[in-house]
């Protein structure tokens, strides 16, 4: 589908704060189809991404809700355990971290302007500059979530989700919920008061927890049981604070395997239902899955999407990728549309996004230095997503795939199959009847092959 190409300068303009534009972009990207040919005037224009096209009956906007993190964007500086920061960021230069704080927030709006991304994540740390005391911290990210307020009013950008930093800060070394402090529980406890109600405030869609550090390192020094118990009772918390106080977004957890934490209690999607089953929170809280998480617990992220979704605590999902060759959290931007495209065939399968979204939990690589590099990280990343949709909706609208899955289940939905998943028929009762009956089980092809190569064609 191509649009009507019109000029550049036709574009609205981006508000930016007082230190003027950082990017050099000077109105929103424009979606031009997939002949755009690039210009010095127009370096970039989505090929894909045409937020009002309906894909299978919704916008594509709104099929795909899709966010850029506050952290990875404007705090990362690109250092590495091996180098220091590359990216020379003005709002970095020292200098008062509240003035700081809003320069970079003006830095953050003009960027999504400048993508048409419809939404925003950020953790309390990454927005606001942590205080002498925990009220001045926590005052700090009040005045945050004024100046985005405001911002989001005039631009039309709303928050996909906020969520505390309970990793960074040497109090949480040991953990925030699980540490053996009860101190460290109830600081962190007050912190996510707070960025609950700044993330009510601000009308987000879900309030992510992510526990970097709710893990152990060695048994040696560790109660496991305990901790367990003591991050079920966290969590209890925040599920009650949010109907106190009417939040009427998803509470999410994010599992990850390992890192920084060698063990991860929040593991993978089968880990984290379990746990909730356990402390009875299987219907309060659903699950922030991370496409490179994935990968580092030995799942594919399609795998974590159909397990949360057939688990019924499918919520979101942080859309980046990882690096084959290495087995660390890469958090780079996707790129590659066929992978993407699985994630979203099921994500449609399973009847869409809701209200999660695609959150760039991605960051740039540390050579990226140029202002610019952000702009383009995000804009090629929503491109490959909105291709990716694309694909997905024709796997789902030729029907192929689905039709391979239903012929190849459909002796669950005869006499036989019924009876055995409604209970009437005992171990007895089954081996009667394959003695009756003679049965003997006819092997059939799973026919990988040819549905890769129906997948092939799709792209
Ligand atoms: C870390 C990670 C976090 C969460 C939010 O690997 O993914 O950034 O998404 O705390
Ligand atoms: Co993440």
Redesign the pocket.
């Known amino acids: 589908m191509n649009a009507t190409p019109s000029s550049p300068s036709a574009a609205p303009r981006i508000v930016t704060g007082p230190h003027g534009p950082y990017f050099s972009f000077g109105g929103p990207l424009r979606f031009r189809g997939e002949g755009f040919v690039a210009s010095a005037g127009e370096p970039f224009a989505y090929r894909w991404y045409d937020k009002d096209r309906l894909v299978l009956g919704r916008r594509m906007e709104d099929q795909l809700r899709m966010a850029a993190c506050y952290?990875h964007s404007f705090v990362g500086t690109g250092t590495d355990p091996f180098g220091d920061a590359t990216f020379a960021r003005p709002w970095h230069d020292g200098g008062d971290a509240m003035q700081q704080a809003l320069h970079k927030a003006d830095v953050a709006f003009e960027m999504f302007q400048v993508l048409g991304v419809p939404f925003f994540t950020f953790?309390d740390r990454d927005i606001a500059p942590e205080g002498a005391t925990l009220a001045e911290s926590n005052d700090n990210v009040k005045r945050l979530a004024d100046v985005f307020e405001e911002k989001m009013a005039k631009t039309g950008v709303r928050l996909l989700w906020g969520?505390a930093n309970l990793f960074s800060h040497p109090r949480y070394m040991a953990g925030a919920a699980t540490n053996p402090d009860p101190d460290v529980f109830a600081y962190a406890a007050a912190q996510v008061r707070n960025v609950l109600e700044a993330t009510h405030r601000l009308g987000g869609a879900n309030y992510?927890l992510?526990g970097?550090r709710e893990g152990y390192e060695t048994l040696l020094n560790t109660d496991l049981g305990r901790e367990l118990a003591q991050m079920g009772r966290f969590l209890a918390l925040v599920v009650e604070h949010k109907h106190k106080i009417g939040f009427k977004g998803q509470i999410l957890i994010?599992p990850?395997p390992a890192e920084p934490t060698k063990h991860q209690y929040d593991f993978d999607v089968a880990s984290v239902h379990g746990f909730l089953r356990t402390y009875g929170l299987e219907h309060e809280v659903k699950l922030n899955i991370?496409q490179n998480?994935a990968l580092l617990a030995g799942h594919t992220f399609e795998h974590e999407i159909a397990l949360a979704q057939a688990l019924g605590i499918f919520g979101s999902l942080?859309m980046n990728r990882g690096d084959e060759m290495l087995g660390w959290?890469t958090d780079q931007f996707p790129h590659n549309v066929q992978q993407v495209a699985l994630a979203m065939y099921q994500v449609l399968q399973g009847g869409g996004i809701g209200a999660g979204g695609l959150n760039f939990?991605a960051k740039l690589r540390r050579q990226s230095i140029e202002p610019d590099d952000l702009v383009w990280a995000h804009a090629s990343a929503m491109d490959v997503c909105a291709r990716a949709l694309l694909v997905a909706e024709k796997m789902v609208t030729d029907g192929a795939l689905q039709r391979h899955l239903q012929a190849r289940y459909a002796g669950w939905e005869g006499e036989r199959g019924r009876a055995i998943l409604e209970g009437r028929m005992s171990l007895e009762d089954l081996a009667r009847e394959v003695e009756q009956h003679r049965l003997e089980p006819r092997p059939r092809s799973a026919r990988q092959e040819r549905l890769e190569h129906l997948v092939a064609g799709y792209l």
């Open positions: 952290w953790h969520t992510v992510w970097g994010e990850k991370e998480h942080d959290d939990d």
